[in-house]
């Protein structure tokens, strides 16, 4: 092999691991992207529950909630998203509406810890 050979594999090898790299970096930015979205969104949910707790079902309280549960039902994962629809059909503070808050709670837990 002449030098022009080698210099053309060790070339092509290069080319190969920037671009495998880019594609592996891009992935991972958008995975974390995604991570941080629904954490948000969890999070300023449960947040949202606990003013609505302490404000007594007020209107604005119920508004807020109504927004975190909109966020997090366009970046939830999809048994998050089907405990969100169970949730809402519950009346607040029935027996149900605890259960179905349990469940929620730890499908949460569980699509953050499997990102």
Sequence with gaps: MD???YLTVFG????LTALVQIIL??????????YDERKEAYIGLL??????????FTD????????WVLRSELVASAPVF???????NTEPGSAE???ATDC??????DDLRSM
């Design 82 to 88: 089907d405990f969100l629809q169970k949730w809402k």
């Design 60 to 67: 604005e309280s119920s508004r807020d909630v109504g927004h």
């Design 47 to 56: 947040e949202a529950w606990v003013r609505q707790e302490n404000e007594s």
């Design 3 to 5: 030098w022009v050979s």
């Design 25 to 34: 970096n891009n992935r991972a930015i958008s995975r974390r992207r995604q």
């Design 104 to 109: 929620l709670k730890q499908a949460m837990r």
């Design 97 to 99: 509406r605890i259960d």
């Design 12 to 15: 092509a090898g290069s080319l």
